[in-house]
């Protein structure tokens, strides 16, 4: 993702996530090259984050700039926040596929 994520930009990647469900059990969406998200792709994005979540997997926002400040999604549902990719892997969130861990 990047630019300013509006509508059309967050119902393409529900769009993605409803035709291919991710098999990992970690998701990340990195919000690095995003510098703002409006009211309406919020929602839907932390929308998207709270069905995730319920299907199981662990969803992680890269957002070093805070652009999705507060990401609450709902019934008690928040993303781990990470700076940067590096971090989930220093972390040991995720494993580093280069490093096979």
């Known amino acids: 993702m990047q630019g300013t994520i509006q509508f059309a930009g967050t119902e393409r990647i529900i769009r993605a996530?409803?035709?291919q469900s991710p098999d990992e059990e970690n998701v990340a969406f990195d919000?690095?090259?995003v510098h703002m998200v409006?009211?309406?792709a919020r929602r839907m994005l932390l929308e998207a984050v709270r069905?995730?979540?319920l299907?199981?997997?662990r969803i992680t926002l890269i957002d070093?700039?805070?652009v999705l400040e507060d990401?609450?999604?709902g019934d008690g549902i928040r993303p781990q926040i990470a700076t940067s990719i590096n971090e989930l892997f220093q972390?040991?969130?995720v494993n580093d596929p280069v490093q096979g861990r």
């Open 17 to 19: 996530l409803t035709d």
């Open 31 to 33: 919000l690095t090259r």
């Open 38 to 40: 409006n009211d309406v």
């Open 51 to 53: 069905r995730l979540t």
């Open 55 to 57: 299907d199981g997997h």
């Open 64 to 66: 070093p700039e805070s």
């Open 71 to 73: 990401p609450d999604a």
């Open 91 to 93: 972390d040991g969130a």
